[in-house]
């Protein structure tokens, strides 16, 4: 079974500084890792993914995230918070089980809203 | 080109209505899904087509829910007897061959 917790509901920063949105992830095999992006109003954008390749991944509008598996983490970060980053993220693992077909059903974490203040 | 459409966006029906809600993936797109979020949550997985057939449809919540994909391409998500519970926003994908999923816009339904 594959589940996703994402640490924080919200996260306030101020325009121009870091932004880290964590998450930490259970899988019984070997997972792919996701951050989704949703605007109010729009619909849910992959900003990233994770599957198996290099451990630092780097996505859209400069954010990048680090998988951890000793940590079991895929936290999102980005060095500089600009307004229109605000928005709800979700993180979201996917499994492959051995031997099995990948059909890439999701689950999501719980999300975190991201505001940016001035 | 185009991306997935759902229609409609938004859908208000009174307690024990029947519901059609409809999907049209990306062209070429043979891996379709159906998520629900509800307010405040993540999306939740509903079920799952590969060509015409449902590989898994273990999210659905009760057999009031129903799902069909007769040609492989538009998915329909039918509810019956609806119920305030079922008020939600209802999310489709299809899945590229890279395996990235891109989403509709989502159909917001609401139950009276």
């Known amino acids: 079974a594959q589940s996703v917790t994402q640490l924080d509901s919200h996260v306030s920063v101020s325009e121009g500084t870091p932004v880290l949105l964590r998450c930490n992830y259970s899988?019984?095999?070997?997972?792919?890792l996701f951050w989704y992006v949703q605007h109010p109003n729009k619909g849910l954008q992959l900003l990233l993914k994770?599957?198996?390749?290099?451990?630092l991944v780097k996505g859209i509008n400069g954010f990048e995230a680090e998988f951890k598996k000793s940590e079991t983490s895929f936290h999102l970060t980005k060095p500089s918070a600009h307004m229109s980053d605000a928005a709800e993220y979700f993180c979201?693992?996917?499994?492959?089980?051995?031997?099995?077909?990948?059909?890439?059903?999701?689950?999501f974490g719980q999300g975190t809203i991201l505001t940016v203040h001035p | 080109g185009a991306g997935v459409s759902q229609t409609p966006s938004n859908k208000v029906t009174e307690k024990g209505k029947y519901v059609e809600l409809r999907c049209d993936p990306i062209?070429?797109?043979?891996?379709l899904y159906w998520y629900r979020q509800s307010l405040g949550q993540g999306p939740e997985f509903l079920i799952y087509?590969?060509?015409?057939?449902?590989?898994?449809d273990s999210g659905l919540p009760n057999d009031r829910f129903f799902a069909v994909r007769p040609e492989g391409s538009v998915s329909t998500l039918k509810i019956q007897r609806t119920e305030r519970g079922d008020s939600a926003v209802y999310l489709c994908?299809?899945?590229?061959?890279?395996?990235?999923?891109?989403f509709g816009p989502g159909t917001r339904l609401t139950v009276l």
């Open positions: 899988s019984s095999y070997s997972p792919s």
């Open positions: 087509f590969q060509g015409t057939g449902a590989a898994d």
């Open positions: 994908a299809s899945r590229a061959a890279n395996n990235e999923q891109f």
């Open positions: 062209s070429g797109h043979t891996a």
């Open positions: 994770y599957t198996s390749a290099a451990t």
């Open positions: 979201v693992v996917s499994e492959h089980p051995a031997g099995g077909t990948s059909y890439g059903k999701l689950t």
